[in-house]
């Protein structure tokens, strides 16, 4: 969805979940169509796999071909670069990582999610030399980074500044484990909306959804919308591009939940 400031996107995590061809795919749909229909369906992907493994240049030029040309993948980074005691030794593993052929994605290449461990706790050394390894661009591609933290330590007024000062956006989370800190901190915002319920139809309860959809809308216009909790406050800034990725929780919600969020919208 494009405003009259930044671009929303509204997507799921992944496209291939079995509980989902007795809800979301047509009976009988072509398992290796499933790409295609999830695609023409919501407006961005998270892939979860390439936290586990490495992909083919081919593979990431048959996704691209195979998606509308106004959509975007987001990525789970390798689970080598961020899984290890140090951050900021993950230079190698954040190359191998960024030179597997994501490139092939062109246009299509949206942000780069670096999603922490719960147990990860806040060191402010360590991420700064860590955020300091994530280039600015690769193979002629604007790269993105979204840092996903998962301790409370996190909510320090230190590790907003450093993401600010490199243009990594904080993902913003609603779940009822990890903390939220919604400070802006990017040309860009990235959520991750992990509430679904499987007893709501769509997920959300349409009072939530009518609720997620004006916080997006205040994120693509350049505002800190209020409702949400921040670090160091509410941060004005230029229109930005905001993802919404209905990504845990019920999970077998997720796609009903991501279109009426973009129907809303």
């Given at each position: 969805?494009?405003?009259?400031?930044?671009?929303?996107?509204?997507?799921?995590?992944?496209?291939?979940?079995?509980?989902?061809?007795?809800?979301?795919?047509?009976?009988?749909?072509?398992?290796?169509?499933?790409?295609?229909?999830?695609?023409?369906?919501?407006?961005?992907?998270?892939?979860?796999?390439?936290f586990y493994s490495r992909q083919k240049p081919k593979t990431w030029a048959d996704w691209a071909r195979?998606?509308?040309?106004?959509?975007?993948?987001?990525?789970?980074?390798?689970?080598?670069?961020?899984?290890?005691?140090?951050?900021?030794?993950?230079?190698?593993?954040?190359?191998?990582?960024?030179?597997?052929?994501?490139?092939?994605?062109?246009?299509?290449?949206?942000?780069?999610?670096?999603?922490?461990?719960?147990?990860?706790?806040?060191?402010?050394?360590?991420i700064a030399r860590f955020l300091n390894l994530l280039p600015e661009s690769h193979g002629g591609l604007?790269?993105?980074?979204?840092?996903?933290?998962?301790?409370?330590?996190?909510?320090?007024?230190?590790?907003?500044?450093?993401?600010?000062?490199?243009?990594?956006?904080?993902?913003?989370?609603?779940?009822?484990?990890?903390?939220?800190?919604?400070?802006?901190?990017?040309?860009?915002?990235?959520?991750?909306?992990?509430?679904?319920?499987?007893?709501?139809?769509?997920?959300?309860?349409?009072?939530?959804?009518?609720?997620?959809?004006?916080?997006?809308?205040?994120?693509?216009?350049?505002?800190?919308?209020?409702?949400?909790?921040?670090?160091?406050?509410?941060?004005?800034?230029?229109?930005?591009?905001?993802?919404?990725?209905?990504?845990?929780?019920?999970?077998?919600?997720?796609?009903?939940?991501?279109?009426?969020?973009?129907?809303?919208?």
């Amino acid at each position: 969805m494009t405003d009259s400031k930044g671009q929303i996107r509204v997507g799921i995590g992944g496209w291939t979940y079995e509980p989902w061809r007795d809800n979301f795919f047509p009976k009988g749909h072509p398992q290796k169509l499933e790409l295609e229909y999830a695609s023409a369906h919501v407006t961005a992907i998270e892939i979860n796999g390439t936290f586990y493994s490495r992909q083919k240049p081919k593979t990431w030029a048959d996704w691209a071909r195979r998606t509308p040309d106004d959509f975007v993948f987001a990525l789970k980074a390798s689970r080598y670069a961020v899984t290890r005691k140090q951050l900021a030794e993950a230079g190698e593993a954040i190359a191998n990582f960024l030179e597997q052929g994501l490139v092939e994605l062109g246009p299509k290449l949206g942000p780069i999610l670096w999603q922490f461990a719960g147990t990860r706790k806040f060191d402010r050394e360590d991420i700064a030399r860590f955020l300091n390894l994530l280039p600015e661009s690769h193979g002629g591609l604007k790269l993105r980074h979204a840092i996903e933290p998962r301790h409370e330590t996190f909510r320090d007024a230190a590790f907003v500044t450093l993401c600010r000062d490199r243009n990594a956006a904080i993902v913003i989370a609603d779940d009822e484990t990890y903390p939220q800190i919604a400070d802006i901190t990017a040309d860009f915002t990235y959520a991750r909306l992990q509430r679904q319920r499987e007893d709501e139809p769509t997920g959300y309860s349409p009072a939530e959804l009518d609720q997620w959809a004006e916080v997006a809308k205040s994120w693509a216009g350049g505002h800190s919308p209020r409702g949400l909790d921040y670090v160091g406050g509410p941060h004005p800034a230029a229109q930005r591009d905001a993802f919404v990725f209905m990504i845990n929780g019920a999970k077998v919600r997720a796609p009903a939940a991501a279109m009426a969020l973009l129907e809303r919208l």
